[in-house]
Every structure is written in structure tokens, then in C-alpha cells.
């Protein structure tokens, strides 16, 4: 048995034939065509493997990202296609494969780790917690009218450049280059829904399905409140039925605007913190920035140190701290209920962070 470790140059078409085979065996494309920034040949280095005799059989991937916030940059690392073969199951292998993506997450500077599972008691050992937030809403009817004058279209022949500038408006984006876009417009199974005025402007996208992933869910989209409520009009006058947008919690205006719909709040994702000194240092400067000198969230060893002035509270539990910082809601946290109401009230103002993975980003 070896690793985990990097697959060698030679060894990436055996891994993508394995991921294929254990995690896209009935699917008409080959899994690195949903992910084109994760699973290819540039990327291997973050890639992780176990092998028996020159069988790979686990296997995870890092994807780094850089998140771009409000309050200030967080280096994620993404982590997906976690699988083993069935046959090496219950051999710790998972475990020892994750571990080693979070090391190697940890060597690129990453704040944070990610990763979407429904298995949280699995990942829970490993200190990860379901955290962050989204809220899920059914669109089931016409919400807006159409734009007078507006053109929309059905397709993803479209200029990735207009899709970026959009994109770019966002108060927390993952980076992307016109590349990245591009790629990510023939990952299949994707629908891109646009309008544009009469000069040729984008005036809002919504992007639906990624792969096997997200069918049936809008999971990006862009433009201004009024024009994107209209282009959910159409999509739902396109497909006849209701389908599902999802949206972070700090999208105050367009939540406003969609409350007549149905809404399921759910997590982000599992989190966990990966360089937790370093990460506690940036909160301590937005804490400074929105004139709550006082804050304090410091890490010695195992233990945490949160509050604000002389009301503070230990905690040797990681996870309680992810659940304060990230919400989704930081009265879920067994550290809250420690503080005096005063500090409560202005640890609400700087908690939950602003923070947010969109779907073509999602491994």
C-alpha cells in the first residue's frame, strides 16, 4: 500500500478512469469535464491517492480558491471526489486521505477547508463542521414581468467577458479569469439563461445544473435585483416547472424580494479551520475596521479564546468556534450563551462573516 501522495504525470489518466468508473459510471461525459480547474493534469499536485500494487483505490482533491469578502480575502481549500473502492472500504483510508488534504491545504496558506458531504458524524471526527449559509427558494411562478425591450436567451453561446463583469459585481466572489468562464460554459449539463437590452448589454445570467451536480438548481447568476427577478420569469415560463434558486443569507435585498416564495435555510458546507492563527488575525482587523477594538479570538494549541474586552470564554472545541464565526446562526454556538448580553449584542454585529462558495466553484 502507498501514500497518500501525488499521482505521478503518468498516473493521472488511471485516476480520472477510476473517478469515472466509482463516481460517473452512467454518466454520458468523463468527470473532469465538471470540474476543468480540479481534475486535470496542472492540478495533480493537489490531487491525493492510496495505492495497492499500482491500483489507485482513493482517492481526494484540493482545489484552492480565493474568496474575496467585505470584510477581507479568505484562501479556501475545496475539497471533492472523495471516494474509495468499495472493496477498501473501512481501512481508514478516507481518513488518511483527507488528512492529507487538509496538510496540503494548510502549505498553501489555505484559512479554511470546505468540502459537501451528508456524511457530517464521518466528517465531524476530523474537525469539520456544518456551517455558513444558504437559503433555498422555489420558484413556482412568475415573480416580475418580462423587461419591455429586453432580449433573453437559452443558451451558452455567449461572451464569457460580459458574464465576468457581472460576476464581479458580487460582495463575495471566488477569483475568476475569462478562462475559468469559459471552461466552465461547456461543462455539461449546463444552462445559461441571459437578458440583455437593446444595446447589446448583459443585464443579469442565471446558470442551472453543473453535471451530475445542481440539476434542477440555479446556482450563480448576476445582475441587479429588478432584472434578475425578470429573468427568473422566463426560466420558469421556459421550463414549465418549478425549479430551485439558491442564494447566500447576505443577499438582504433579493431575499426581500422573493419572500413571497418558499424558502428551506440549509448550510454552506462542512468547514473547518486550517490555519486558525493566521485566519484569527484578519477577524481581529475587520473587528478593528467596524469599531469593535475590543474583539478578541485567539488560538493556543487546542484551546480558543473568544470575546470581546474582559467578557471572554474558553473553548477546546473547534467546531463551536466554526459554528460562531460562520453562522449560520451564532446562537448555535454553546460559546455564545456565555457572554453578557452586551457582548452578545455586538458580537451579532461582527458575526456571522460574510462568506460564500458559487456553484461552478463547488468540487
Request: neutral net charge.
Amino acid at each position: 500500500m502507498e501514500g497518500p501522495r501525488s499521482p505521478r504525470p503518468e498516473e493521472v489518466v488511471k485516476v480520472l478512469d477510476f473517478l469515472n468508473q466509482s463516481l460517473r459510471k452512467d454518466s454520458g461525459w468523463p468527470i473532469h469535464a465538471e470540474y476543468p480547474n480540479t481534475l486535470t493534469l496542472a492540478n495533480r499536485h493537489n490531487m491525493r491517492i492510496i495505492t495497492d500494487q499500482e491500483k489507485i483505490v482513493s482517492h481526494a482533491v484540493v482545489k484552492p480558491l480565493v474568496v474575496k469578502t467585505p470584510e477581507f480575502v479568505f484562501r479556501v481549500g475545496l475539497i471533492g471526489s472523495v471516494v474509495t473502492d468499495e472493496r477498501f472500504r473501512n481501512r481508514g483510508f478516507s481518513r488518511n486521505i483527507i488528512e492529507s488534504c487538509l496538510d496540503t491545504c494548510a502549505e498553501q496558506d489555505c484559512d479554511i477547508a470546505v468540502l459537501w458531504s451528508d456524511l457530517h458524524d464521518f466528517y465531524r471526527k476530523m474537525g469539520f463542521e456544518p456551517a455558513g449559509s444558504e437559503l433555498a427558494f422555489t420558484v413556482d411562478k412568475e415573480i416580475a414581468p418580462l423587461l419591455e425591450g429586453a432580449k433573453y436567451l437559452n443558451s451558452t453561446k455567449v461572451d464569457p467577458g460580459a458574464l465576468l463583469r457581472l460576476y464581479s459585481q458580487h460582495s463575495v466572489a471566488g477569483a475568476r479569469s475569462v478562462e475559468d468562464i469559459r471552461k466552465f460554459l461547456d461543462i455539461p449539463n449546463t444552462k445559461l439563461y441571459t437578458s440583455w437590452d437593446p444595446n447589446g448589454q448583459l443585464l443579469a445570467f442565471a446558470i442551472e445544473g453543473k453535471g451530475e451536480d445542481l440539476k434542477g438548481y440555479i446556482h450563480e447568476w448576476g445582475g441587479g435585483v429588478s432584472k434578475l427577478l425578470s429573468l427568473l420569469t422566463f426560466i420558469y415560463l421556459q421550463k414549465k416547472t418549478p425549479f430551485t434558486f439558491i442564494t447566500p443569507s447576505h443577499a438582504l435585498n433579493l431575499i426581500r424580494s422573493l419572500s413571497g416564495l418558499e424558502c428551506l435555510k440549509g448550510y454552506l458546507g462542512l468547514i473547518k479551520l486550517v490555519r486558525p492563527e493566521r485566519f484569527l488575525k484578519k477577524l481581529q482587523a475587520y473587528a478593528v475596521s467596524v469599531g469593535i477594538p475590543q474583539f478578541m479570538c485567539r488560538c493556543e494549541g487546542d484551546k480558543y479564546t473568544v470575546g470581546i474586552g474582559v467578557d471572554t470564554a474558553e473553548c477546546c472545541d473547534e467546531k463551536e468556534v466554526v459554528k460562531l464565526l460562520f453562522g449560520p446562526n451564532i446562537e448555535d454556538s454553546d460559546v455564545f450563551f456565555r457572554f453578557q448580553n452586551q457582548t452578545k449584542d455586538k458580537l451579532k454585529k461582527l458575526l456571522p462573516l460574510k462568506f460564500w462558495i458559487w456553484g461552478w466553484d463547488s468540487i
